[in-house]
T-cell receptor, first 111, second 117 residues
Framework: QQQVKQSPQSLIVQKGGISIINCAYE??????FPWYQQFPGKGPALLIA?????SEKKEGRFTISFNKSAKQFSLHIMDSQPGDSATYFC??????????FGTGTSLTVIP | DADVTQTPRNRITKTGKRIMLECSQT?????MYWYRQDPGLGLRLIYY???????NKGEISDGYSVSRQAQAKFSLSLESAIPNQTALYFC????????????????FGSGTRLTVV
């Protein structure tokens, strides 16, 4: 049973556009929600993370929006660039213990 | 040198063979994990270890075993490899003392691509 549901599976965006990836969860005990970025041939790397006491966190062009009542969170990539082309994973955990990952979104940014 | 090193990077093995994937880290982290990545399934946890004497099964541990030889070393074994264990395997580490910090996360290795024929 997938603890964290992620969509879409793939996404194509024009350079300069906004990329949006969505995740949903059921377990209300989750209290930490990181996003990972993975380039081909590499392991995933932490991109940005949020805790449920805030509704939004922004770091540069990357923003997490968090809706606790809907049990959903999303990653927004503003002004998307070809270098952002990668696979993105959302995840959730309880007090920083094991992470449950989504199924991943393959993002392609077209020049 | 990489913080988390996995060996080998690629391996092709035959059905029924025993194979070991190795992971070593220089981060000084106490927690280590093994995940497998399959297209459309994301990353799934096989085993994890919070310290040298602690080993825990993840969601897909059947057919796998692990050994935590030292704080810095965590090996994954496939006792009798089968084709549906063909996947990309990742080792990861994390620091128990930082779980409540704003950007707590895993450090992943570069992966081992395993093919079972």
């Amino acid at each position: 049973q997938q603890q964290v549901k992620q969509s879409p599976q793939s996404l194509i965006v024009q350079k300069g556009g906004i990329s949006i990836i969505n995740c949903a969860y059921e377990n209300t005990a989750f209290d930490y929600f990181p996003w990972y970025q993975q380039f081909p041939g590499k392991g995933p790397a932490l991109l940005i993370a949020i805790r449920p006491d805030v509704s939004e966190k922004k770091e540069g062009r990357f923003t997490i929006s968090f809706n606790k009542s809907a049990k959903q969170f999303s990653l927004h990539i503003m002004d998307s660039q070809p270098g952002d082309s990668a696979t993105y994973f959302c995840a959730a955990s309880i007090t920083g213990n094991q992470f449950y990952f989504g199924t991943g979104t393959s993002l392609t940014v077209i020049p | 040198d990489a913080d988390v090193t996995q060996t080998p990077r690629n391996r092709i093995t035959k059905t029924g063979k025993r194979i070991m994937l190795e992971c070593s880290q220089t981060k000084g982290h106490d927690r280590m994990y093994w995940y497998r990545q399959d297209p459309g399934l994301g990353l799934r946890l096989i085993y994890y270890s919070f310290d040298v004497k602690d080993i825990n099964k993840g969601e897909i541990s059947d057919g796998y075993s692990v050994s935590r030889q030292a704080q810095a070393k965590f090996s994954l074994s496939l006792e009798s490899a089968i084709p549906n264990q063909t996947a990309l395997y990742f080792c990861a580490t994390s620091d128990n003392s930082r779980t409540m910090t704003p950007n707590y996360g895993y450090t992943f290795g570069s992966g081992t691509r395993l093919t079972v024929v």
